[in-house]
Nanobody, 115 residues
Framework: QVQLVESGGGLVRPGGSLRLACTAS????????FAWYRQTPGKEREYVAG???????SYDGSVKGRFTISRDNDKNTVYLEMNILKPEDTAVYYC?????????WGQGNQVTVSS
């Protein structure tokens, strides 16, 4: 059974940093592609960043240069390091995995950027 468990998030001032973590179970972690999405009330869930088995990251333009996605195959964990946070980064962040056509999501973690 695939499970994605997230940790991290919270409240931070503009310009600050946070790190999210997503630990996966029920998968052969090293061969999977993971992504982070975020969602605000009344809006569609939007892609933030993704990372494949080769550990090359891709980013939405709104976060490129500020966010870094990485993975630790020994810990079955994907990270999203978020720097220079802005109020518009406020959202619930979700870890995502697509496997054999099925979508799996983490429980979601609130990130609030506010002074």
């Amino acid at each position: 059974q695939v499970q994605l468990v997230e940790s991290g998030g919270g409240l931070v001032r503009p310009g600050g940093s946070l790190r999210l973590a997503c630990t996966a179970s029920g998968v052969i972690f090293s061969i999977e592609t993971f992504a982070w999405y975020r969602q605000t009330p009344g809006k569609e869930r939007e892609y933030v960043a993704g990372i494949g088995p080769g550990a090359f990251g891709s980013y939405d333009g709104s976060v490129k240069g500020r966010f870094t996605i990485s993975r630790d195959n020994d810990k079955n964990t994907v990270y999203l390091e978020m720097n220079i946070l802005k109020p518009e980064d406020t959202a619930v962040y979700y870890c995502h995995l697509r496997k054999f056509g099925d979508d799996y999501w983490g429980q979601g973690n609130q990130v609030t950027v506010s002074s």
